[in-house]
Structures are given as C-alpha cells and as structure tokens.
C-alpha cells in the first residue's frame, strides 16, 4: 500500500508556472506507476499525465501537450508535475495517484490516491 500527499498549488497568473510534488510513503514506490489527474468545478475527474515506474515512458493529455511535464525521483518517493503557461482553464483540484498495471488515463486503475491539491489560474 502506498499514501501519497500532493503539495505545491496556489493562485497565479495565466502565463505562470507551478510544480505540483506528489510525496509517497513506504519503500516500493518505484514500483508503482504515477498519475495526475485534476478535478474542475462540475466536472469529472480528467486525466492529465502518466509515469511508468521507471520514468522512462510517459502519457500526455492532449490538453497540456507541451506545457506539463511529468518526472519522478524514485530515491526520493516524490513524483513531480511541472505546469507552465498556464491558462484559467487549468483551474482544478489536482491529484496524484498510483497503480502497478499502468499509467494511462483509467482513473479506475488506481487503487491509491492523495488528497489532491487546488489550483488557480486567473486570467
């Protein structure tokens, strides 16, 4: 089983960027592949990018196709999201989660999620 903690939202500026840190506990983290999905007001949870366990391959949603970029320090439990150029659109609540069959876009494949962090973006 594996926690994890999401830090770093806040309220910027469209145009800004933002690094999302995904913390996770217990010693298999490396073998669990990551996920961030967002949550918008009315909306349904949407995927937004996934990480193999390695690191070495990942998943993009159209949506944020060269603006985020998802990595992972497996020596430090941490997965990381960095979002720039950011647009108003990308106000949501953002989670991180994690699953050891794939990081693709099935939220129904992970079993553990954080608590989600709230993100801002004004116009």
């Known amino acids: 089983q594996v926690q994890l903690v999401e830090s770093g939202g806040g309220l910027v500026q469209a145009g800004a960027s933002l690094r999302l840190s995904c913390a996770a506990s217990g010693r298999t983290f490396s073998s669990y592949a990551m996920g961030w999905f967002r949550q918008a007001p009315g909306k349904e949870r949407e995927f937004v990018v996934g990480?193999?366990?390695?690191?070495?391959?990942?998943k993009y949603a159209d949506s944020v196709k060269g603006r985020f970029t998802i990595s992972r320090d497996n020596a430090k439990n941490t997965a990381y999201l960095q979002m720039n150029s950011l647009k108003p659109e990308d106000t949501a609540i953002y989670y991180c989660a994690a699953n050891k069959i794939n990081w693709g876009p099935d939220k129904q494949l992970y079993p553990y999620w954080g608590q989600g962090t709230q993100v801002t973006v004004s116009s």
């Open positions: 990480i193999s366990p390695s690191g070495s391959m990942t």
